[in-house]
């Protein structure tokens, strides 16, 4: 897997919006981006994959660069409940059977 | 709807014990995986498996043992436990492979080693 560079850690206030930003310098024409978000005492949940340009769903936004050599996962208007760890992943598709995470970046919300 | 099931929760062993933590998922999923976590770390892959029958070491497979003899089910033995062994371990499965697809996750078994 392609090795991926977080921030340790970040701090937010609720109602702001929150960018996460990983690198993956060495990111294979095949890969694709995931993160998963983890909540304290809980399992990793997925939340949003992509390849290129850029990917929405309900939860949140995933910006990735043309040279796709970092990426971006917004979260819009965050809450106290968005206090968690967020992984960033990626992986050769269909070429690699583990699933590796990094350390994370742990987010902080305050009121 | 229940997706992957941890059993135990929770349990606490004596050092030399040995214990069978038990992951099911009803998802008809090939890939399955056990992980461990520390207080304040990241995941780190134990064992995985890539379908019935089938079983691979991950990054810390040391002092564990895995089957994996039906689809559903995905065994992690410890055969003689260590305190260094007292963590998280958290079962997950996937449709596909690697982080290409979207792996589900228990709900975690909180083990700890005296």
């Known amino acids: 897997l392609a090795k991926t560079t977080q921030p340790i850690s970040m701090d937010s206030y609720e109602g702001q919006e929150v960018n996460i930003t990983c690198s993956h310098n060495n990111i294979a024409t095949n890969d694709y981006i995931t993160w998963y978000q983890q909540f304290p005492s809980q399992g990793p949940r997925f939340i949003i994959q992509g390849y290129k340009t850029k990917v929405t769903n309900e939860v949140a936004s995933l910006f990735i660069p043309a040279d796709r050599k970092s990426s971006t996962l917004s979260l819009p208007r965050v809450s106290l409940s968005d206090t968690a760890v967020y992984y960033c992943?990626?992986?050769?598709?269909?070429?690699?059977?583990?699933?590796?995470f990094g350390t994370g970046t742990r987010l902080q919300v305050f009121p | 709807n229940a997706g992957v099931t941890q059993t135990p929760k929770f349990r606490v062993l004596k050092t030399g014990q040995s214990m069978t933590l038990l992951c099911a998922q009803d998802?008809?999923?090939?890939?399955m995986y056990w992980y461990r976590q520390d207080p304040g770390m990241g995941l780190r892959l134990i064992h995985y498996s890539v379908g019935e029958g089938t079983t691979a070491k991950g990054e810390v497979p040391d002092g564990y043992n895995v089957s994996r003899l039906k689809k559903q089910n995905f065994l992690l033995g410890l055969e003689s436990a260590a305190p260094s062994q007292t963590s998280v371990y958290f079962c997950?499965?996937?449709?596909?492979?690697?982080?290409?697809?979207?792996?589900?996750f228990g709900q975690g078994t909180r083990l700890t080693v005296v």
């Open positions: 992943l990626v992986g050769v598709a269909y070429n690699t059977d583990k699933l590796i």
């Open positions: 997950a499965s996937s449709a596909g492979r690697g982080s290409s697809t979207e792996a589900f």
């Open positions: 998802m008809n999923h090939e890939y």
